[in-house]
């Protein structure tokens, strides 16, 4: 953790002030303040979860460094329902837990959002050197354990065109090896690749175990509110940059009064400022899994593989273009996962996880009281659009999985379909998130938007927002690296 510096008491609380002052040190925040502390900049980043240090301490918890399974610990415990929506409490953020998917979506999402700074063209170089720094490479031929080496056979036998191209910005529908933030089996995660090079600088004070309350606008800053240690502390910034994440960024500013006044006034929270977009807008690629019970050859297989170290779960992935897409790009993913018993989320089973790249169905995120501590309220209202696209779109998916898993290469291997998706009621019965919420803060020019172009706060002066919550449409990729790419930019025009 880095040095919290002098620090006086004002009105029984400890204070901290800085030039900037980043909440969360997570896929973008981790990124915005090491690129403001490189430039000189006094910076203070707060992180609600422990700061572990460089790579290669000691403190960082394996399963926070092995790349070859999502990590389960650290997290908010978010839920609703069913579902389980994990996000990462740790320095890095889901940076430090997730896939490690490296993959930038397509040139004409971005060219889509209709705002300077941010067309594909705009991004191309960011993008570019977020991959250098994330240190993302693309998994080797000799690297497939079986069941992605099958799955690669299956989709050459197919005709499909064969690429790891999850970073082209051009590149359509393929099927092929993963691109990674993997380094010697290490998750290479934003503390690494952004703070590591900037920790020793006296500029940039990380504190960690910060539970941000809320925040107050005065006259040349911010006030942020926090508890630490159960201890009140109070942060002062000339500007503050949120990056909290898609479900924290909203609930901030929504403790702080910015908001849709009828629903603050619901929880008991004063209206300041009227922006009702604050926690709508919330989506995710709607997810769900054809799957098959593993045979005892490839049980074999995986066992023998888990044995040598090396058996990540996720190793390949498809993009393909559906009847429903408009534009003849990819509006699908298919993603085969597969472990041994001991290791696999699915418990004896492989799948290929079908996701709806395009989705058009919108929920919200809401606050349910004043107190930090308490959990909000989160409805991504999965396949809910009016046409019904989201789900038409799964339905092509799960066909194409069913494809793949039935080839004779595949199916010697495999065993009987453990979940049925075989009618609609049954596939909105099991979907699931793909973990790449965005929207609830949403930049643009429209009504609803909550900040514009540049990522600052409608009505504010000193509030900018840097993290997937600013995308008013997701891309079509998972939304790591766009996290990371959305950290460098807005750190750019700060």
Known sequence: MGDMGDMGGVGGAVTIEAAYVVVGGGSSGAVVAGRLAERGA????????PDYGSVGDPRWAPEL???RQLATTHDWGYTAGRWTFERARVIGG??????AIAAVGHRRDYDAWGLPGWTGDDVEPLYRTVVERMRVRAYDRSDAVPFHEHCLVVAEAMGLHVASDL?????????????VNVVDGVRWNTAFAYLDPVRDRPNLRIVDHVLVDRIAEEAGGVTIHTVRDGEPLVVRAGTLVLSAGVYGTPAILQRSGIGDPDRLRAVGVTPVLDLPGV???LHDHSMVIADR??????????????????????QTLGKFVSSLSLDGLYDIHAFPVCASNQTSMLHGRVGIEVA??????????????PDPQAAPSIDHGYCTDPEGHDLAVLREGLAFASEMLDHPVLASLLGDVVTDVSTDRAVLDAVAHYYHPVGTCAMGTHDAAVCDGRGRVRGLQHVVVADASLFHQIPRANTNLPAVMVGERIASWL
Do not use: K, Y
Not at 94 to 99: A, E, I, M, Q, V
Not at 301 to 314: I, K, Q, S, Y
Not at 356 to 369: E, Q
């Open 42 to 49: 006094d910076v203070v980043l707060l992180e609600a979860g």
């Open 65 to 67: 460094v092995d790349a």
């Open 94 to 99: 889901c940076s430090s837990h997730n896939g």
């Open 167 to 179: 970073c082209d910005l051009d590149a359509n529908a393929s099927f092929g090896l993963e691109t």
């Open 279 to 281: 926690g709508a807008n």
């Open 293 to 314: 019970a593993i045979g005892p050859e490839l049980q074999r297989h995986l066992d023998v593989a888990a044995a040598t170290g090396f058996l990540p779960e996720e």
């Open 356 to 369: 709806c790249m395009t989705p058009r169905s919108r929920g919200r995120l809401d606050i349910t009281s």
